[in-house]
């Protein structure tokens, strides 16, 4: 078989163990990005004893010519790319040649922002030392949705739990969040420098309304799930959730719709005039272009987020922040587990023919090595569906939290990554419940 | 056996039927206050079919007279004293032949206040139609303890829960309050003429610290028992809490030094600026005498609450709230059940010697009939205590709520009240496990 060995160098691991880390545990290259580059290379970060470094891997173009093999040519700064602790959660995503990447991009592992880097643009990011647009946030995933037939009006979407905004909560709170970026944005003119102009975020709710009014949240996003549906602009989000208590807990699914999550971006702004006051819509005059919106034909002239005038920029950057959340399908959770030992963990979705129709089978892995594949069914209409699991599959020997769900229809396997290494499993295994039968094709 | 026949008039009856309300359920005369008033005479007030109305009963100075009757000569109207919905909680306290209540005054339900009625003074309350005073309270307990050795600074204490402050929190929460009022608070001069000047509010916290600073809340403050000690101004509150959510369902038992109580309404007023400010601690120049501080000749020549100056009465009326909350002996409760399917409702403590030392023995009442007997013991210091069940007993034989508890240390006896009537069962049954042991004297 194949194999890559990419240590950090002799130097970096000193550097790395005089700093006061863990040699084992902390001071190895952890890669962190693995994605494509193009036809014949991947492209892969690691966090290199604390010194993120990047590289090309060569593939070929073809499984049958054999190539797997690190190009030690060229390395690249792996700053901005791969966190620096391997125990941050970063996530990334590399689309025409540009990395976008969710991750801390200091040793103390306190700057925390959403980049872009590689290809020939100036890198750019989310303004810093400013907790209004990042608090600490946790980097889940990232996911290009094209917001028209237009490609100028493509947006790159980052899911993250974060704290709570200052003022936001009393007491600490974590929060679900979806925030966007315009594919085309390169910052802005005098301000914002190589700064996102177009970056906003919204609070994600997974939460069962409950008697007077006072809902039980689910805020710790854990995976996110895109299933694409024909329409290229309308995929579902599913979101892997559970409860912030150490006593109470619990995990949930929840579904959203991009016509929900657009719905909100194109709402009030939260704006507060200062510190000790409370977030509210803001009610003022927004500038035009309508900060969040992609420069784009479709809205005259301005070419480049350079052209957006001022007022737009200095909004922009005080007014990261929807007011109004986005709430799931049908205002619950579609999943609830509340009184088991373990929570969930990962999630995919596969999308069925049965005879009497489709139904989205979610496969949730848990943090005691068990896969549920889980369908959920309207009773009788959409807005109230029924939770059906159809098989708990024990998939690792031992008890391990699986950290990595990766779904191949074509292949129709499912791959479940844990720290114990990699385990494949059929889809569907109707081959042994009997055939010809719709419920047998959803087991 | 005596009984008294108190029914409300036809009149009142056919009034309350025509209003839209039940004949049975609502309808009846609803004993929602019984208090002894002197050495021969309860005082009772009952909801007369939403209109509240009450009377003194004739019980005799001895046992031995057998005297039990209702004064029909002399009905005194009970608005301010009982709600006219029976189904509203209140509570009530009689003090040297003064009635302090906490209930609704008016017949839909929403004018809440705490008032002082009966006895030769104008009635008193809390300032109406303010949501910072009172924020649809459900009233729980009201209990009378001295802040010195001097009866000028008694202080009457209120137990309820109530809707968070608005901006106080995101979302719909409830918070568990202690509120307090003097005993000689006759209301101001000039602004809140008969209301009270010395009313302040603060948060009681039940709530286990969790990771990342996020606590699991128990803010459904149930009931309350005042476990009287040596110093009568140092008696220990015990809560019964529960969990606001419908699907996490908890009971916690959270004790609270008065000491800590003090502390907190000597600390700072939560204040904001306007509606769309956050509560933040009032950093100004508070006014003297101190809001809250009782008339007494401990403080100078202010005698009255109607000598004291605009300004103090001023800021009262506009600072009813502490901004630190209460947090319970040990930041944390002392007894939790999350895993059962049933919930706490009532509370009484006995303390008990044993062979080494003494034990508060809590008997908890439940909303399925049982009663457990707990008692917290230290491990190994004061702030590492550990919850034993001493005992359940399935004192009822439906599994029905627990409505009240009360305790006689004289008969050794606990009544236990509920809508299928009152049972009696022995404090401690040591004649049940043996004799001469520290642990069957607290079983």
Redesign the interface.
């Known amino acids: 078989m194949f194999q890559i060995v990419w240590p950090p160098t002799p130097t970096r691991r000193d550097e790395c163990k005089w700093a006061g880390k863990d040699l084992v545990k902390e001071c190895a290259n952890f890669i962190r990005v693995l994605q494509h580059y193009n036809q014949s290379h991947l492209y892969a970060c690691g966090t290199g004893a604390f010194h993120p470094v990047c590289a090309y891997i060569e593939v070929g173009h073809r499984p049958e010519e054999n190539v797997f093999r690190l190009v030690t040519s060229h390395f690249e700064n792996g700053r901005g790319k791969s966190p620096y602790d391997p125990r941050l959660l970063t996530t990334s995503i590399l689309i025409d040649g540009e990395l976008y990447s969710g991750t801390a991009a200091d040793f103390m592992g306190r700057d925390f922002a959403i980049f872009r880097t590689l290809g020939h643009h100036h890198p750019i990011r989310t303004e810093q030392h400013d907790s209004r647009w990042l608090n600490e946030p946790k980097f889940i995933g990232a996911h290009l949705i094209p917001e028209s037939d237009n490609p100028e009006d493509d947006k790159i979407y980052f899911f993250f739990r974060e704290n709570a905004l200052d ?8 929060h679900a969040r979806i925030g966007q970026v315009c594919k085309n944005d390169f910052g802005g003119h005098r301000s914002l420098v190589n700064k996102w102009v177009t970056f906003l975020k919204a609070r994600l709710i997974c939460a ?1 309304p ?7 949240h689910f805020d710790e996003l854990q995976d996110i799930y895109i299933m694409k549906s024909k329409d290229p602009k309308n995929p579902f989000i599913y979101g892997i959730f559970t ?6 807990k ?1 995990s949930a699914v929840c579904m959203y719709s991009m016509s929900d999550v657009r719905r909100v971006f194109l709402g009030p702004y939260a704006h ?2 200062g510190p ?3 977030w ?1 819509p803001f009610q003022g005059r927004v500038p035009y272009p309508r900060p969040g919106t992609c420069p784009s034909k479709t809205f005259g002239g301005l070419e480049s987020t350079k052209d957006f005038p001022d007022d737009v920029i200095t909004f922009a950057r005080s007014h990261p922040a929807m007011y109004n959340p986005v709430l799931p399908i049908n205002n619950r959770p579609i999943v ?1 587990k ?1 009184d088991v030992d373990y929570q969930f963990t990962q999630i995919v979705v596969d999308r069925v023919e049965a005879e009497d129709g489709q139904y989205d089978v979610m496969f949730i892995g848990t943090d005691v090595g068990t896969v549920l594949k889980v369908v959920s069914i309207p009773r009788e209409t959409w807005h109230d569906l029924e939770e059906v699991l159809l098989e708990e599959l024990a998939v690792l020997r031992e008890p391990t939290p699986i950290t990595t769900l990766k779904i191949s229809t074509k292949q129709q396997q499912l791959y479940v990554g844990s720290a114990l290494g990699v385990s494949q499993l059929p889809l569907h295994r109707c081959d042994v419940y009997g055939k010809a039968c719709a419920e047998c094709c959803l087991a």
């Open positions: 003022g936001e909560y009393s007491g600490k709170a974590t069962v409950g008697p007077n009014g006072i809902d039980t409860t912030s208590s150490n006593i109470f619990g507060r005039e000790s006051y409370q509210v609830i509340t």
